[in-house]
């Protein structure tokens, strides 16, 4: 069964503007990965946050994680039309790795 | 380069003829799995193989069978495919220890 639950399905921002994007689970982690996903093209891995981490920066990536919420957030910062894809949660606990249905976002130009 | 190849990119079939979807890897990950993609459900697992010989059942294993005699191949076999197995099928290999996954390219299937 799915493990994360992003939150939006869908999302459509301008240019420049911050996208965030949630994501819920349910069981006990080892880590928390975030994955991009071109148009039915495979998915590309962007940032890992472990278990014992509350925050995580990457570029204009920006991920957090609550585990007392089961929760883990995604922000995008000045957000480009290059962004506009799928973006996907996976929970990973002992080499067991479920996604989420993902988010779609749409950056406009 | 670090890839993940699948074969073919896309397969049109007919229900009942056997097919089988290539996997190989070139980073010497002992973790393989496959997923399918179907709209509004993201990625379910198919099977997953921790190590040479080493094969589970993920959440949709019905109808589908894999095989793991070489570390860098994870091939996917569809004994009798039927019209609900058409789906973007995505093979993803990574090495143990919390690490990130690399997938090939996808192999968009139409069973007819």
């Known amino acids: 069964s799915q493990q994360g639950e992003e939150d939006p399905q869908a999302l459509s921002i301008q240019e420049g503007e911050n996208a965030t994007m949630n994501c819920s689970y349910k069981t006990s982690i080892n880590n928390l990965q975030w994955y991009r996903q071109n148009s039915g093209r495979g998915l590309v891995h962007l940032i890992l946050?472990?278990?014992?981490?509350r925050e995580k920066h990457r570029g204009r990536l920006r991920v957090t994680l609550d585990t007392s919420k089961k929760s883990s957030s995604l922000l995008i910062t000045a957000s480009r039309a290059a962004d506009t894809a799928s973006y996907f949660c996976a929970t990973d606990n002992n080499n067991d790795m479920r996604f989420g249905a993902g988010t779609r976002l749409t950056v406009k130009p | 380069e670090a890839q993940v190849t699948q074969n073919p990119r896309y397969l049109i079939t007919v229900t009942g003829k056997k097919l089988t979807v290539t996997c190989s890897q070139n980073m010497n990950h002992e973790y393989m799995s496959w997923y399918r993609q179907d709209p509004g459900l993201g990625l379910r697992q198919i099977y997953y193989?921790?190590?040479?010989?080493?094969?589970d059942k993920g959440d949709v294993p019905e109808g589908y069978k894999v095989s793991r005699k070489e570390k860098r191949n994870f091939p996917l076999i569809l004994e009798s495919p039927s019209p609900n197995q058409t789906s973007l099928y995505f093979c993803a290999s990574r090495d143990r220890g919390g690490t990130e996954a690399f997938f090939g390219q996808g192999t968009r299937l139409t069973v007819v």
């Open positions: 946050i472990r278990s014992n981490e």
């Open positions: 193989s921790m190590n040479v010989e080493v094969t």
